[in-house]
């Protein structure tokens, strides 16, 4: 009987040791491996609500830009009504996402002179479908990338938190949130969050209640953006 007890107890520590053992792996690589992070996040959180702002601008004068987006969204078999249908500005509805165009006149006062903003409305939408929105939106402004020959072009991310939800802040800011953090700015090289991103790597931009990039290369944009929407 004595054996029996001692047998099952010992079994009881080996299972008890291997679940510790895998639980502190788990802690260590979550904390401190920032793929493993994504990782975890990724597979758990797809079905998740997530809220972010997607834009795309450039420098464009012809009145071809409406005409040559539209043939991208037919090359790229995406369906669509036009929810705004105006001379310099067309809002379109691909299945309930939203892409609104916006064509002015350029102002040359030597800062930005790009006049045409593509962007999707915000909505909530969970993760899994926001990236999805964001390889349609790369078939649709690629081929515009393409067509018109675009020379200086701009991608833009913005992922927004709940209060107290973001997780780039820390723990000890977090306890600091609501009225008494006032605000919070950091920035970190792209390519220690994503691997594979360019030498020439951009900056994220870390503030309270949301993170952004801007990047010019679509690639390494797409993939730094579904990097964050998963974090």
Known sequence: MLNIISDIIGFVSSVFGIISGLYFAYKYFYDRKIGFYLWVHKIFSGRREVHFKLSY?????????????????????????????????????????????????????????????????????????????????????????????????MYNFQMIYPENKNPFVGMKLKLMSGDNLLAFNAKINANKLVKGVDHNSPQIDIYKKEVSVNDKNYLDFSNIAKALLAA
Do not use: H
């Not at 809002?91 to 350029?106: A, C, K, P, W």
């Not at 006062?109 to 593509?118: C, L, S």
């Not at 999707?120 to 969970?126: E, L, M, S």
């Open 57 to 153: 601008s450039f420098n464009y004068t012809n009145q071809n830009l409406f005409e040559i987006f539209e043939k991208a969204a037919k090359l790229s078999d995406l369906d669509y009504t036009k929810e705004i249908n105006l001379k310099n500005q067309k809002m379109y509805n691909f299945d309930g996402v939203l892409i609104d165009i916006f064509q002015g006149e350029i102002i040359d006062d030597g800062m930005d002179d790009r006049n045409v903003f593509i962007k999707v409305v915000n909505a909530g939408v969970t993760l899994r479908t926001a990236e999805d929105i964001i390889s349609m939106f790369g078939k649709l402004t690629l081929y515009l990338s393409e067509k018109l020959e675009l020379e200086d072009q």
